[in-house]
């Protein structure tokens, strides 16, 4: 079956500008998980949706970023006044919700995000 | 809080030999623990987890870990290694409690094998 999709794949925007990147997870997954990637680093968590709620908000890294997930499918992860710090690939992952400590997270190819 | 290490950036191993690839971890409480695999310009594609049970582990193409409680590692192997396993290795742990902690990740260890 589809797996997790992101658009864009490459996102290049000017500092200061606002960013959407959209998040398609697997049918059926409720769990939905945001990481940012940076050069040479694992993942970092940010926020995670549990249907249409933020579960847990607590490694957005400050008041610029901000995510939704209206109808518990689509997320999008929303950047304002974007910073040169804030490049990086932003990793998007889904799961089933059975158990969420221990179900398997499947991530997305990525949004890779350049901020000149 | 958790961590997860993988203290090698770089593993080199000939082909056909078998790999390891180092893990280690810390946290309050029982681990779950798993491991990822991060080809070029493709996102993480899972390979195993260990949640409970027989502290070996096996995942996919061939892959396999060994939960070790006392030196709080978990190392993944393989028997024999193919030059399409060269690619980008995340270990990562999450603790075990009644809500949702996040999926903390090791900084990559770089799988290179060599024909």
């Known amino acids: 079956g589809a797996g997790v999709s992101q658009t864009p794949s490459n996102k290049v925007t000017e500092k200061g500008k606002y960013v959407e990147l959209r998040c398609d997870p697997i049918?059926?997954?409720?769990?939905l998980y945001w990481y940012r990637q940076s050069l040479g680093q694992g993942p970092e968590f940010l926020i995670y949706f549990q249907g249409t709620g933020a579960a847990d908000d607590s490694g957005l890294p400050n008041d610029r970023f901000f995510a939704v997930r209206p109808e518990g499918s689509v997320s999008t992860l929303k950047i304002q006044r974007t910073e040169r710090g804030d490049s990086a690939v932003y990793l998007c992952a889904s799961s089933s919700y059975g158990r969420p400590t221990t179900d398997t997270q499947y991530f997305g190819p990525g949004t890779r995000l350049t901020v000149l | 809080a958790q961590s997860v290490a993988q203290p090698e950036d770089q593993v080199n191993v000939a082909e056909g030999n078998p790999l390891t690839v180092k893990c280690t971890y810390s946290v309050s409480g029982n681990p779950y623990l798993f491991w990822y695999v991060q080809y070029p310009n493709r996102g993480l594609q899972f390979l195993l987890k260990?949640?409970?049970?027989?502290?070996l582990v096996k995942g996919s193409y061939g892959f396999e870990a060994e939960f070790n409680k006392s030196q709080t590692s978990f190392h993944l192997k393989k028997p024999s290694a193919l030059v399409s396993d060269s690619a980008l290795y995340f270990c990562a742990v999450r603790v075990d409690n009644s809500g949702n902690t996040p999926l903390v990740f090791g900084k990559g260890t770089r799988l290179s094998v060599i024909a």
């Open positions: 260990y949640i409970t049970g027989d502290n």
């Open positions: 049918s059926g997954h409720t769990a």
